[in-house]
């Protein structure tokens, strides 16, 4: 009779065992399971509570961080409009960062999905502010994080391609 097997389960290092990526891990077939470095998801978790704790200032800020963050002028007519819309702004993003959250945590084979996602995201809020720009009285922080926050996301997406998994 054999005896049950007691080996550790195998767990993906901290950086990749190749820096070859394989797209096809994109959108895995098993999405609970992650072949990726862990480094990838540490990354990822990391960014998703800074978009957590920015999307809870911009919900619960007296002015939604518009004026004392984004320096947005609120002496403007239309001013309540303003802080509505970076109230109800901190509200979706709240909703999709507990969402990625609970990804990262249940699904992490989608870990290389949501980097992808996240590094489209501030290209997209490029192309709306060309399009529809917003008067501000200075730099808001944001402006220059959002530089590179797609980046840092593509070295994420990029490592989160990559194997890891070691065998024991």
Known sequence: MSEPDTASPVRPRVLPTRWVPDLSRLLPADPATFHGPRLATWLLAAYLLLVAVRSVIHLFAPDGGAGSIASVDLSVEGADNIVAMFGQWGAIQLL???????????????????????????????????????????????????????LIMLAVLYLALCPARRAH
């Open 96 to 150: 999709l960062a507990i969402v990625m959250i609970v990804l990262v945590a249940r699904y992490r084979g989608l870990v290389p999905f949501m980097a992808l996602t996240l590094a489209v995201e501030p290209v997209l809020r490029f192309v709306s502010a060309t399009l529809k720009p917003l008067e501000t009285l200075g730099t808001a922080p944001g402006a220059v994080l959002n530089e590179y926050a797609g």
